[in-house]
């Protein structure tokens, strides 16, 4: 029978596990950044994180998993459904300012690892296709479901919601690529990017 000692190796076990998948996320980024998606390594990659190579595989399946699992952290894409249970009973643009500066903030500790990577992305279909379903169109997913349900509310108009969505994700990464560009508006209006977000979303650019 199992007890308060074994339910206790459980929990350490676990957290173990999780710090060493953060341990290895945070040495991909490292590696990513400075030598972008082919050049590096399963080698660099767990010498940075200071584990055998076999170590890797048992919690990511190769680099462009890796490299989904660092996008998915930035964007803190598992933490969204929570966020979005918890915002139906409130205000939409409070919603959306929150989650669109929390993910500003990521963005900008994961730069240099966006820079480097985010290109290849999207010319190699190794990365987008596992990209696009894994981290994009599961956000996609969730937004629609929020969108729907205020509508429902009565807190958004009736809208093509699938079309709508995307016109947020798109407005959201255009601005990502402007940054990685270097465009000096988007690097100066940055922090005040999520509210102009939000606004220019739920009430236009009408007069």
Excluded at 105 to 117: K, S
């Amino acid at each position: 029978m199992n007890g308060p000692k074994s339910a206790k190796t459980s929990t350490r076990r676990e957290r173990q596990k999780r710090e060493r998948e953060e341990r290895i996320l945070d040495a991909a980024t490292r590696v990513f950044a400075r030598k972008g998606f082919h050049g590096a390594t399963i080698r660099d990659i767990a010498e940075g994180a200071d584990v055998g190579d076999g170590t890797i595989y048992n919690y990511f399946e190769d680099k462009s998993d890796l490299v989904i699992r660092i996008m998915t952290r930035i964007a803190s894409v598992d933490e969204l459904p929570g966020e979005l249970a918890a915002a139906l009973d409130g205000e939409v643009p409070g919603f959306f300012v929150t989650a669109f500066r929390q993910r500003m903030d990521r963005i900008v500790e994961g730069e240099e690892m966006l820079r480097a990577v985010l290109p290849q992305v999207l010319i190699d279909p190794v990365l987008r296709e596992p990209f696009y379903e894994k981290y994009v169109h599961r956000i996609t997913v969730l937004l629609e479901e929020y969108v729907e349900a205020q509508i429902r509310h009565g807190r958004i108009k009736p809208v093509d919601v699938p079309l709508v969505v995307r016109g947020i994700q798109g407005m959201f990464v255009g601005l990502l690529f402007f940054r990685i560009l270097g465009d000096k508006v988007v690097y100066d209006g940055w922090d005040r990017a999520p509210e102009l977000l939000a606004k220019v979303f739920l009430e236009g650019l009408g007069a």
